[in-house]
C-alpha cells in the first residue's frame, strides 16, 4: 500500500438505523468562536486487505491535527459494517469542533481502520482554510503510494465523503437582501403500494431550470444525481477546492434515507446561502428535488445514482417573494402538497404522490429559528391556485412558442384577404375564422396581462425597496439599541470592577487594622511588664545585698565576741600577779569608770594605764574595719592581734577605756540599724511576693503602688552612725534577730 499501518485506539459507535423515523433537529451554525466540521461518509470501493490477507470489518475515524499530535481519542467515528467487505457503505454523519483562531493551522483527517486487528487501511488530510464556508463538498478521495505511483492494493481504492464547513454566523452578500434560504422537507403525505426500499432526496436550488433541464438531457455529469468531485493525495493544487460564485447546476445536498418504504418521512434541512443565488427570486430560478431509492448506492461501483424514482419542481418567481413575507413570525411559506413528477409510484388511491415542503428567507446572520417539524406548520399555506399558476409556468416558454406561431399565421391570412378579392366563405370556413379572432383576442389579453404583470413586478420592486430600507432602519435602531446596551454594559462591569478593587482595599485596611491593634496590645504589655520585670530585679538584687550584709554582721558578732573572750583572758592573766588590784567580779562587760576616767578595781585602785592604752586601739582597729566594711559591704574578718604584755602608760589606759566605750556605743548603733534594715527588708520582700501572686493569679497592680514601695535611694546615703527608730520586725523566715553580745550589754 505505500501505507504504514498503525494500530488505532477509537473504536466503532453502534450500527445505526438507516431509517429516520423520528424528527431530527439540525443545527446549521457553529457554536460562537469556533468553527464544526461536518463529514458524512457514504462509503468506500476496494478497500486494501489487512496484513494477513483477510477482508476488513472497515469504520472511519474523524478528528483533528491537533488531537492526532496529541494522540487524543476522537468521538467521530462511524459504525462498522455488518461483515467483512472491501465496499462498505455507511452513510454516518460525523461532526469535529474546532477554534475559529486555529483555522488556518487545523486539518481534518479521515482514518479507515479495520475493527478486529484496529489496524489503519487508508489515511486523508484535508486542510480546512481551503473549504469555503456552509458548501458541500462531495469529495472522491484517492491517494497513491509514497513513490508516486498508485499501489496495486490502492490503485482502484475510493472513498466518498461530504464536507461541511459551518462557520458560527451566515455571512451577508453585498447584491442581496437575504443571507440563505433554508428548505425543510417532510415526507411524503400519502402511503405508497409501489416502493420497496426507503429513500433519499437531492435538493438543489438552480438559477435557470431549462438550461438544468437541458443539461440533463445532455448527461452532464454535474446534474446528475450527487456529482463527486476526485481529490488525489498529497494535494496538487488549492484550486481543486474553488467553487464558482453561481453554478448553474446548483450545488446538491443529500438527505438521510426517508422511511419506511410504504410512507417515507425525512423531517431534513436544507440551507442554500444566498451567494449561490438562492434568494434572487427570478422567472427561471427553481427549487429542484429528486427522490432516488436508497438501494441505488452500490458499493464495488462508481459512486453515483441511477435514474430518479421522481422529480419535484417549486418555480421561485418574484411574485413568490411578497408571499413569503406576510408571515408574522417567519418569512417562510408551507406546501402541503407539492405534486411529484416524471414518477411510477403510485398512493393507495392510484394518484401521484405529493409531498410536505417548508421553506423561509433568513435575514439574521445568527438565526433563532431554523425549521422544526413544529414550527413549520404555523406557517403560512400556499394558495394550491397560486401553486397551479407557478407551476403551469414551468411550460411558459412553450406557450410563448404557440401564440407567435398562432399571430404569424392570422397576420398571413389578413394579408391574403387584403391582396386577394375576397370569396365566399363556406360555413366551416367561418368557423376556423372565428377560432381565429377567438386566439388573437386570447393572444392581445395574454399580452396586456404581461403589461399588467410588469407593472405590478415594478410595484413589487419599489415596495421591495420600501421594505427593504424600513428593514435597514430597523437594524439601525437595533443596532444603536445594542451599542447602548453594551456601553451600559461596560459602564456597569467597570463598576463592579471599581466597587471590587474598593472592596479589597477595605478589607486590606482593616487587616492592617487589626494588625496594628495586635501590635499596639503586645506593646503596651510589654511596657506594663518592663517595670514590673525591672522592679523585680532591683528586688531580688537589694534581698541579695540583705543576705550578705546578714552574713557580714553574724561574722563580726563572731568576731566580737572572740575578741571579748580574748580581752577577758587576758585580763585575768594580767590579775593573776595582781590579785589585789584586778580582783572584781567576771562578767562580759567593763567596770564602771570613775571620775577620773580610768577603771579601778574592787579596791578601789586604778587599774594600769598601758592595758587601756592596749585595748583603745584595738578598739579603733575595729571602728576602721567596720568603716572599711560599711563602704564595700563585704564580710570583714577581723584578726585579733596579740596585746602587749605590759601596760606602762596610765593615760594611755584612760584613752584606750574610753574608746572601748565608744566602741560599744557604736556596736549598739550597727545593731540597732540593722534589726532595722532586717524590719524594712522583710516587708519590702512580703510585698514583692504578694505583688508577684498577684500577677499570676491575672490581677492588675496599679504601677504607682509599685513606684511608691520602691525605698527611697536616700536610704542607702544615710549615715549609719546615726541610730534610727525601730520598727516592728516583720514575722519572716528569713529575718534573724541580731541580739547583742555580752560585752554590749554594759
Known amino acids: 500500500m505505500g501505507l504504514e499501518k498503525e494500530k488505532v485506539g477509537e473504536g466503532p459507535e453502534d450500527s445505526p438505523n438507516t431509517i429516520q423515523t423520528v424528527e431530527s433537529v439540525i443545527s446549521h451554525l457553529s457554536p460562537s468562536n469556533k468553527e464544526t466540521i461536518t463529514v458524512t461518509l457514504h462509503g468506500a470501493t476496494n478497500l486494501p486487505a489487512c496484513k494477513d490477507g483477510s477482508e476488513p470489518w472497515p469504520y472511519v475515524v474523524v478528528k483533528t491535527t491537533s488531537e492526532e499530535a496529541k494522540n487524543q481519542d476522537s468521538k467521530a467515528v462511524t459504525s462498522v459494517t455488518s461483515e467483512p467487505t472491501k465496499a462498505p457503505i455507511w452513510g454516518d454523519t460525523v461532526t469535529v469542533e474546532i477554534q475559529a483562531e486555529d483555522v488556518g493551522q487545523e486539518d481534518v483527517i479521515l482514518k479507515v481502520v479495520d475493527n478486529n486487528k484496529k489496524e489503519e487501511l487508508l489515511f486523508y488530510q484535508i486542510p480546512i482554510k481551503y473549504l469555503r464556508v456552509f458548501h458541500p463538498y462531495h469529495f472522491e478521495l484517492v491517494k497513491p503510494n509514497k513513490t508516486g505511483k498508485a499501489n496495486e492494493d490502492t490503485a482502484k481504492t475510493q472513498l466518498y465523503a461530504t464536507v461541511v464547513r459551518k462557520g458560527s454566523f451566515i455571512p451577508r452578500q453585498v447584491d442581496g437582501n437575504h443571507r440563505a434560504l433554508e428548505v425543510f422537507v417532510r415526507g411524503i403525505n400519502e402511503p405508497l403500494i409501489n416502493n420497496p426500499s426507503p429513500m433519499v432526496v437531492i435538493a438543489r436550488v438552480v438559477p435557470n431550470y431549462m438550461e438544468f433541464k437541458v443539461s440533463q438531457l445532455n448527461q452532464d455529469p454535474a446534474s446528475l444525481g450527487l456529482p463527486f468531485t476526485p481529490l488525489s493525495f498529497p494535494i496538487p493544487s488549492v484550486m481543486n477546492f474553488d467553487v464558482a460564485q453561481v453554478s448553474q447546476n446548483g450545488c446538491p445536498q443529500l438527505s438521510k434515507p426517508g422511511g419506511p418504504p410504504e410512507l417515507p418521512l425525512w423531517n431534513q434541512s436544507f440551507l442554500f446561502q444566498g451567494r449561490d443565488g438562492a434568494t434572487n427570486f427570478s422567472e427561471d430560478a427553481a427549487l429542484v428535488l429528486e427522490y432516488y431509492a436508497s438501494t441505488s448506492m452500490k458499493g464495488g461501483e462508481s459512486w453515483t445514482f441511477s435514474k430518479p424514482l421522481g ?303 592596749v585595748l583603745l586601739a584595738e578598739n579603733s582597729r575595729l571602728r576602721a574595719e567596720l568603716d572599711k566594711s560599711r563602704q564595700q559591704s563585704a564580710p570583714i574578718i577581723l584578726q585579733q592581734q596579740a596585746l602587749p604584755d605590759l601596760l606602762t602608760n596610765t593615760s594611755d589606759k584612760i584613752n584606750l577605756l574610753a574608746k572601748l566605750e565608744q566602741a560599744q556605743n557604736r556596736i549598739l548603733s550597727l545593731e540597732s540599724q540593722l534589726e532595722d534594715s532586717a524590719r524594712r527588708w522583710g516587708r519590702e520582700k512580703q510585698d514583692l511576693a504578694t505583688q508577684l501572686q498577684e500577677q499570676e493569679n491575672g490581677l492588675s497592680h496599679p504601677s504607682n503602688s509599685i513606684i511608691a514601695d520602691q525605698p527611697n535611694s536616700s536610704t542607702h546615703a544615710k549615715d549609719y552612725s546615726r541610730p534610727s527608730k525601730l520598727d516592728p520586725l516583720m514575722p519572716s523566715s528569713e529575718t534573724k534577730v541580731i541580739k547583742p553580745s555580752n560585752s554590749q550589754q554594759t
Not at 419542481?313 to 413570525?329: A, D, F, I, T
Not at 360555413?427 to 396581462?449: G, K, V
Not at 517595670?531 to 540583705?546: E, F, N, V
Request: hydrophobic share 30%; glycine share 4%.
Open 311 to 613: 422529480v419535484s419542481v417549486l418555480p421561485l418567481k418574484s411574485h413568490l417573494y411578497p408571499e413569503m413575507l406576510r408571515g408574522k413570525g417567519l418569512n417562510g411559506l408551507r406546501i402541503e402538497r407539492l405534486p411529484i413528477t416524471d414518477t411510477k409510484l403510485k398512493t393507495i388511491n392510484g394518484e401521484a404522490p405529493t409531498v410536505d415542503l417548508s421553506f423561509q428567507l433568513l435575514s439574521s446572520e445568527r438565526p433563532e429559528n431554523f425549521l422544526t417539524p413544529n414550527n413549520s406548520k404555523v406557517l403560512p399555506t400556499l394558495d394550491p391556485k397560486i401553486l397551479e399558476e407557478k407551476l403551469g409556468s414551468i411550460h411558459e416558454s412553450w406557450s410563448k412558442a404557440t401564440v407567435s406561431s398562432t399571430m404569424n399565421s392570422s397576420t398571413s391570412i389578413c394579408q391574403e384577404a387584403e391582396g386577394e378579392p375576397q370569396m365566399p366563405q363556406m360555413p366551416h370556413e367561418m368557423e376556423i375564422n372565428s377560432y381565429r379572432q377567438a386566439i388573437q383576442t386570447m393572444a392581445e389579453d395574454i399580452l396586456s396581462l404581461r403589461k399588467h404583470a410588469r407593472v405590478l413586478e415594478a410595484e413589487n420592486r419599489m415596495l421591495r425597496n420600501h421594505l427593504i430600507q424600513e428593514e435597514m432602519e430597523e437594524e439601525q435602531d437595533n443596532a444603536d439599541k445594542t451599542q447602548k446596551l453594551m456601553s451600559m454594559r461596560q459602564k456597569l462591569l467597570l463598576s463592579e470592577l471599581d466597587t471590587k478593587k474598593l472592596r479589597d482595599t477595605v478589607q486590606h485596611l482593616q487587616n492592617e487594622l487589626i494588625r496594628k491593634n495586635d501590635r499596639e496590645k503586645e506593646l503596651l504589655l510589654y511596657q506594663t511588664q518592663q517595670p514590673q520585670a525591672a522592679l523585680l530585679k532591683r528586688h531580688q538584687d537589694k534581698l541579695q545585698k540583705m543576705k550578705a550584709l546578714e552574713e557580714t554582721v553574724r561574722h563580726q558578732e563572731k568576731v566580737i565576741e572572740k575578741m571579748e573572750g580574748l580581752l577577758k583572758n587576758k585580763l585575768q592573766e594580767r590579775s593573776e600577779p595582781l590579785p589585789n588590784r584586778l580582783q572584781g567580779k567576771p562578767g562580759r562587760g567593763f567596770p564602771m569608770l570613775p571620775a577620773s576616767g580610768l577603771p579601778q578595781d574592787p579596791t578601789g585602785e586604778k587599774l594600769p594605764v598601758d592595758l587601756y592604752s
